[in-house]
């Protein structure tokens, strides 16, 4: 199994900033796409960000220009960079990432346990 962890949420005021860590670890062998989703109350989960390990990224167009993915490979860590934010940002944020366990690189899915993102006006 691949456990995620993430870290960074908060509270901060419309045009700041934040920075979401999310760490994967367990029985890892290899990892592929990895990503934010958030959702807010009553709306459906929705991609922010993704990026694949081969560094290719994929953004919300709601985000484009603000928010920046990245990640560390040797530490299995995905990132988030969060500027510029909006009150329309808040959410509750998830790290998900797509991991193969073994050499079939048959590959699972796995959530993180989400980090609550709150951009008051």
């Known amino acids: 199994q691949v456990q995620l962890v993430e870290s960074g949420g908060g509270l901060v005021q419309a045009g700041g900033s934040l920075r979401l860590s999310c760490a994967a670890s367990g029985r890892i062998f290899r990892l592929n796409t990895m990503g934010w989703y958030r959702q807010a109350p009553g709306t459906q989960r929705e991609l922010v960000a993704d990026?694949?390990?081969?560094?290719?990224?994929n953004y919300a167009d709601s985000v484009k220009g603000r928010f920046t993915v990245h990640r560390d490979n040797v530490k299995n860590t995905v990132y988030l960079q969060m500027n510029s934010l909006k009150p329309e940002d808040t959410a509750v944020y998830y790290c998900?990432?797509?991991?193969?366990?073994?050499?079939?690189?048959?590959?699972?899915?796995?959530w993180g346990q989400g980090t609550q993102v709150t951009v008051s006006s």
């Open positions: 990026i694949t390990n081969g560094g290719t990224t």
């Open positions: 998900k990432a797509h991991a193969a366990l073994d050499s079939s690189h048959r590959e699972y899915q796995y």
